[in-house]
């Protein structure tokens, strides 16, 4: 691969992220190698490995690309700006393979076992453009009570010094968006804890956030990461609607958006799609999480999305959205346990690339055929009626709603046709 561009960090016990490019580069292969005016390092990072380029459907090459072809405009807009790849380093560079109940498989050539947890390392950076930055705030012990959560004031001034640093250096390094995951800020039982004033805490926290951002001039998204639970029994937020809520009710909601996992979706009942929607028609879809998870298995798997319908489903969302920029798709996915070879983790990243760019294909071909949009607008065509364009005005009264009633008499209500927009929707994959 000759040219990597660092595309997305972790700080604070994990790192960077990766998005990987397939222009041409002659640079030589080594760790002082440069010969461009870009700040980026140019060499070949993983040796055997070639560049990763479009080669279209017909295509049985498993290090290529059959559907995402980055500069091919769909709905006026190039495949690489609809989407803005990014890859998780924790899952992808740093994944073990190990799980509760085995150890690491996976014996990557670049892996020492070290964390990078001081300030010391992380100013040591550059511009890598970084789509996101956030703070780890669930593995050490002095987090497990929650880090803004956290029943002990002296682990929450800890979080907030170490989300302090972490912002800095996603503005120094020149990031787009920074992301706040709460793992820990929910509880195990409510016998033992003070759920409104942990809420108070936590919104007090992101008011410090949004003003250390104003502060230090980062004109990035603030993200909020909703999950049900795992690892406590209960999160805060625990899906999109909730989280909009919290934002709404201690006055935050111009301040953040919303970073959607589609594994975190299911685990709160939800589809990806479902979830996608209720962030977008509340102006809050900033960025996805593109994995997805086991419907055997009730954990968050992280499993790369490779089901064509549901990221047609997504990208539907994205359309109507006009896109996630300054956000993106972050690959937060991982390989399973049993796939133990680097070329496994570009033979995974290719086919979730691949996934969501035929599921973009799909998406363009069913808004412009415009047979499923045709449906919608029919079932719903009473409300294009005199009445109905009151209602929707807020200008008319339950007393005049009832002298309308009177007048209809029993409402004919029509078929929902869902076969139909099942068969239409099936017709575009």
């Not at 461009?36 to 070639?50: A, L, T, V």
């Not at 896109?323 to 993106?328: E, H, T, V």
């Not at 049993?338 to 808004?367: C, P, Q, W, Y």
């Not at 009473?382 to 008319?396: F, N, P, R, T």
Request: with cysteine.
């Amino acid at each position: 691969m000759k040219k990597v561009c660092l595309f997305m960090i972790l700080v604070c016990l994990n790192a960077a992220s990766f998005l990987v490019s397939a222009e041409s580069q002659t640079c030589p292969a080594d760790l002082g190698g440069k010969c461009s005016d870009s700040d980026d390092w140019q060499g070949e990072f993983f040796p055997g490995i070639p560049q990763i380029k479009y080669e279209g459907p017909a295509s049985k090459n498993p290090l290529a690309y059959r559907w995402y072809n980055a500069e091919e405009e769909v709905l006026g807009k190039k495949m690489k700006d609809w989407f803005r790849f990014s890859v998780a380093f924790w899952h992808t560079f740093r994944g073990t393979g190990g799980d509760p109940f085995g150890a690491a498989t996976k014996y990557w050539p670049w892996e020492d076992g070290t964390n990078s947890e001081s300030n010391k390392n992380l100013d040591e950076g550059s511009k890598i453009r970084p789509l996101w930055g956030t703070a780890q705030l669930f593995l050490h012990p002095r987090y497990m009570h929650g880090g803004a959560t956290s029943s002990e004031v002296g682990v929450y001034a800890y979080a907030a010094a170490q989300v302090k640093k972490a912002m800095e250096v996603t503005h120094y390094l020149g990031g787009e968006n920074y992301v706040f995951w709460g793992g820990r800020e929910g509880y195990q039982t409510l016998l033992n804890t003070d759920m409104e004033r942990e809420l108070d805490h936590m919104a007090r926290f992101f008011e410090s956030a949004v003003a250390y951002k104003k502060k230090i001039g980062f004109n990035g998204t603030l993200l909020i990461e909703p999950k049900p639970q795992e690892p406590t029994k209960h999160q805060y937020d625990w899906d999109a609607a909730t989280a909009a809520n919290f934002l709404r009710k201690y006055g935050l909601i111009n301040e953040f958006k919303l970073n959607i996992e589609c594994n975190h979706a299911t685990l709160s009942g939800h589809t990806c799609h479902h979830e996608l929607e209720t962030a977008r028609i509340n102006g809050l879809l900033g960025n996805i999480d593109a994995n997805t998870g086991d419907a055997q298995t009730g954990w968050d798997t992280d499993q790369f999305l490779t089901d064509v319908g549901e990221a047609t489903m997504v990208m539907m969302s994205v359309i109507k959205n006009g896109g996630i920029a300054p956000g993106g798709f972050n690959f937060d996915a991982k390989l399973r346990r049993e796939s133990t070879d680097v070329e496994d983790l570009f033979i995974a990243h290719i086919s979730g690339m691949d996934t969501v760019a035929r599921g973009l294909r799909n998406a363009a071909k069913i808004l412009e055929e415009g047979r499923l949009s045709e449906l919608v607008g029919k079932r719903y065509s009473s409300w294009d009626s005199e009445l109905g364009k009151q209602i929707e005005e807020g200008k008319a009264d339950f007393e005049y709603l009832e002298k309308k009633a009177k007048e209809f008499g029993e409402p004919k209500v029509p078929s929902a046709k869902q076969e139909l927009a099942e068969m239409i929707f099936q017709s575009a994959m």
